[in-house]
């Protein structure tokens, strides 16, 4: 058996125990620590063992991610989601469709101080969906409008899963969370047309606007603040160069949980949840890391990385083909794994792939910001795309009056704008380049 045919059968037998919900992580390390001790014995593979797992776990860079997920949770659990969702439901209430965008502006809002998706669209959910429903939302639209904002914590920043590919890639975190911010507001924007062209298209599917007054608007915005000021701090902070993203992240965490103390919303038990919480998911994360690392070791030294790479390279295929053909890539890999997942497994592969090919003249700077924006994209849409979609499930377990496929059916107008979005920044860098460059 070639070392070529290892890592594919490598890869093959991984996908198959994902297939039985073996965890990811465990689907991923045990076909490449197998894989590896065909390829090199089994010597070398306890002598990786023994040094990989310490030396991926101590990097000083990835306490970024357990403490902006601790930031995220303090302010799930004191309470500053629905103040976001009054606020944008009091600016939006007067069209038809008002308090779908506001669910939109809400996800968006709190992901940008979570940096979870799925902690992103369960808390908004929990505040907005029985209000929606209450007043004559339909299920598919409230259900589809929610899921579908709640993707917006993959691309806005703390989002984990950018933070991973910076790491992954050695960029500039700072510099990858503003490529992040005008691809978000075109989707934010997209979402929100979409919204509307259904509420015009079929009045049914959303109550008569209800306008709010100037004082509710001004009372609502002022319950705001905490999350303004969090958010002016911390990223005011990291951009203007006064402290790193880590840094950041752990102010974050103290002013969180100084805000929501003051304002009498956070107790032991749910400061203890909001730990435990951090806790869980970030040993997750780093389990997906080990085992991603396991199998990316053995596939490196099966040379099918390499092989792939220079199969590319002689195919004479346009690099913007080949582009389109990885995002295509992605969105089927979408329906069978996490974000996460994809982003460990893949970039080490694809990441030197895309770096060897000529895209606008871009540097290898602007093109390593660029392709990381659109591998998060893509990822945005596996969120909610059938037949799996993440938040689509979790959805699901919220509004269980709600059939799953009245939500699939909801969520294909946003769909098409993410289409759309995703086919003007490969054909349009410098929408995600644009702040970088003028703020760096």
């Known amino acids: 058996m070639s070392t070529y045919q290892i890592g594919l059968a490598m890869f093959g037998a991984m996908l198959v125990l994902m297939a ?31 040094g990989a797992v310490y030396g991926r776990v101590s990097v000083y860079d990835l306490s970024v991610i357990p403490l902006f997920m601790l930031m995220g949770g303090l302010a799930v659990q004191g309470g500053l989601a629905k103040a976001l969702f009054d606020f944008a439901n009091a600016l939006l209430g007067r069209f038809r469709g008002g308090m779908a965008m506001a669910g939109v502006l ?18 908004i959910a929990q505040v907005a969906y029985p ?10 639209l ?54 509307a062209f259904v509420v015009r298209r079929d009045p049914s599917q959303a109550p008569a606007a209800q306008a709010a007054t100037a004082a509710e608007v001004l009372a609502a915005g002022l319950k705001v603040w905490p999350m303004v000021a969090i958010f002016v701090v ?28 003051f304002r009498g919303e ?13 806790a869980q998911t970030s040993g997750m994360i780093f389990l997906i890391f080990i085992g991603a690392d396991m199998i990316n070791a053995a596939l490196a030294l099966s040379q099918l990385p390499a092989q792939l790479a220079d199969t590319v390279g002689h195919l004479q295929l346009s690099p913007l083909v080949v ?25 080490p592969t694809l990441f030197p792939v895309i770096m060897g090919m000529d895209f606008f003249g871009l540097n290898p700077a602007d093109k390593a910001l660029w392709f990381g924006i659109l591998i998060l994209t893509v990822c945005e ?14 959805m699901n377990g919220l509004a269980r009056d709600v059939p799953m496929v009245e939500t699939y059916k909801g969520v294909v107008p946003f769909l098409v704008t993410d289409a759309i979005r995703l086919t003007l920044l490969i054909l349009f860098p410098s929408l995600a380049l644009w702040l970088v460059h003028r703020l760096t």
């Open 131 to 140: 209000q929606m429903r209450r007043i004559g939302y339909s299920g598919r």
């Open 381 to 394: 849409i596996g969120m909610i795309f059938p037949p799996v979609g993440l938040n689509v499930y979790v």
């Open 234 to 261: 911390v990223f005011g902070g990291i951009y203007g160069g006064l402290f790193t993203a880590t840094e950041g992240a752990a102010i974050g965490v103290v002013l969180t949980l100084a805000i929501t103390l």
């Open 20 to 50: 039985v919900r073996v965890p990811i992580a465990i689907a991923m390390f045990v076909p490449g620590a197998v894989g590896y001790l065909a390829l090199s014995g089994a010597g070398p593979l306890l002598s990786h063992l023994k």
């Open 142 to 195: 409230a259900t589809a409008a929610l899921a579908t904002g709640g993707t917006m914590g993959v691309l806005l920043p703390p989002s984990v899963t950018l933070m991973v590919y910076a790491i992954l890639t050695e960029q500039n975190i700072t510099k990858m969370f503003l490529a992040a911010y005008v691809p978000a507001l075109i989707a934010a924007v997209g979402y929100l047309l979409a919204i």
């Open 266 to 278: 956070i107790t032991l038990p749910k400061f203890s949840a909001a730990v435990r919480t951090t």
């Open 106 to 123: 809400a996800c968006a809002a709190f992901g940008s101080i979570s940096g979870s998706t799925v902690a992103t669209t369960a808390t």
């Open 323 to 347: 582009m389109a053909g990885i995002m295509v890539f992605y969105v089927l890999l979408g329906c069978v794994m996490d974000e996460m997942s994809m982003i460990l497994l893949t970039v």
